[in-house]
Every structure is written in C-alpha cells, then in structure tokens.
C-alpha cells in the first residue's frame, strides 16, 4: 500500500513512518517547523520537505494527517502557522484524498474537548473551548479541521475517520517542546527543579506512542468513514503523581515547586474508550511506569 504521512517527522508521525515502512511505501512531507530529519533517519522513506498549507498532489492509498505543532509552548509560539495547518492545510490534504480516492485518518485531538465539562470524555461531547484564548489556535483549528472533514465527507465522499488523540509520550518528542513529560524527565535527570504548574491537582491521561501508533493503524483498517474516535489510555493522573513517578523512575532527588497555571490549563482529563474498543478490538497495553522507564532511557541520550 502506498501510504502518505503529513508531519511524518514530528513524534507521533515518525512512528508512523517507522512501523508503516516495514510493510509499505511510505512518503513523509514535512516543513520540518517542528519535525526533525534525523527522527527518520535510516528508515525507508521517501522525505519531501514541504508545507501542506501549499496544494500538492501526491498519489496515496492512505493519508495520516498528523501535521500541526501540538505542544502548548509550540502552538502558541506559532499560533497563525497552526490556524493555517489546520484549515487551508486541512484543506489540500481533503483536496489530494479527493482526487486519487485515498482514506485518510486526520490527527485531532482532545483539545476539542477544551476544558471539558463533563469526565470521563465521551466523543459525543462537544466541549468547552474558549475561542480568543491562548490555546484557541490549536483548539479552534482542530475544530475547523474536523469540521472540514466531516463536510467533504458529507459533500464528496471522502472517506475520513478523525482521532481524537490524547496525551501521549515517548521517544522523538523534543526535549524543548514545553510538555510536561520532556520537562520532567529532563528536569529529573538532571536534578533540576521539577516545575508542576498550579497545585498539581490538574489530571491528564498518558498512553505510550507504541500503543497510540498501533490504534491509528487500527483506525485506517477499521474505523468508519465519518466517525470520530477517543484514543489514548484512560489511566488518569494528577500532574503531581506524574512527577512523582518520573522522579521514582529516574532514581532522582529534584525537588519540586510550583510555577503558576498557564491560562486555561484543562482541569481534568480522561478519554472514554469504549467506541475505538467495541468497533477495532484497540486497547493499550502499556501503564505509565513501563512507558516511562523506556521513554526514560532515550532521553538519557538527549537531555
Ligand atoms: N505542566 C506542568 N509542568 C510542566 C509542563 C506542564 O505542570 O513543566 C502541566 C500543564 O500545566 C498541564 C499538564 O502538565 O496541566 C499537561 O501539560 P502539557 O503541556 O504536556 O499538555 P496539555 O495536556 O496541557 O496539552
């Protein structure tokens, strides 16, 4: 199968491009805005250095749209490039599966939930975003991306299927990329102070990259046209226990403190499974600590 990545050297596209190049043709476009070469480096890829708010036409079975900056400290580094990712970007990757009849599997994300009224997230849930806030360019845009997927579905017949992605970890990430999980590990490593911002009573849910990577590929295979589905490891934990687990698996003595909690930092977060369970059998396999130990030991290496 011939398949095409967009942000195919970011984190999680990658992984994509490491695990779908063992059985396919894989193409990677990149703008490389906050991918990197060298996180594909040795893998059989074909690297094209563009930007998807350009057209392009590119022959493809299948499209991962996994293009955007997706760290806060990132998007709102480059609020108008990740508007633009996600509409006219959005855009011409719907444009290109038009064309050569592609499916594609469009990267969302929990951030459409905004800070979410209502616990554990079922997809049915339309969200509390606040539309002129600082995460408004990563939050409205993957908003307007769903909803152009939904209408060229709708009005085309795209075939699309939307993950919506939440917290996720592991290797490739960059280790400046604002996340709490690079700045912990790092912090803890080098027995920095480790900043929780707020009281650390905030929760979020972590699923390791190799299980998140295996439910996108199970979204291409089983996931229905025109639906959307929560994907990430229910697990919920406050950031204070994740500090404290990072420093156990680290085997460090950083102490931690507090900074302040950025503007409209989620209170809670936890994604309900059961769709992506009952309709692809999906599931992760990976708990935090066993995630953390491997993450762990590559960053060793960057930090
Ligand atoms: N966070 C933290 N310390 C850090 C970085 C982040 O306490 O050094 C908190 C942040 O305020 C948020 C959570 O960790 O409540 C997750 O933040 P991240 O930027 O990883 O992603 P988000 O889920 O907010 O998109």
Redesign the pocket.
Known sequence: MKILITGGSGFIGSHLCRKLSENNEVICIDNLLTGKRENIKGLDVEFVEKDITSPFDIKADLIFNMASPA??VFYQRYPLETLETNSIGMKNVLENAKRHRSRVVQASTS?VYGDPKIHPQTEDYWGNVNPVGPRSCYDEGKRFAESLCMNYKMKYGVDVVLARIF?TYGSNMLKDD????P??ICQALKNEKM????N?E?T?SFCYVDDLVNGLMLLSEKGRGGEVYNLGNPEEYT?LQLAEEVKRVCNSDSEIIYHE??ED??IK?KPDISKIKSGTGWEPKIGLNEGLKITVEWFRGVC
């Not at 900043?195 to 707020?198: H, Q």
Request: charged residues 20%; proline residues 13%; without cysteine.
């Open positions: 760290s806060p951030e917290n604002g996340r709490v999980v700045n912990f900043t929780v911002y707020g650390g905030q979020r950031i909690l950025p930092d989620p977060r």
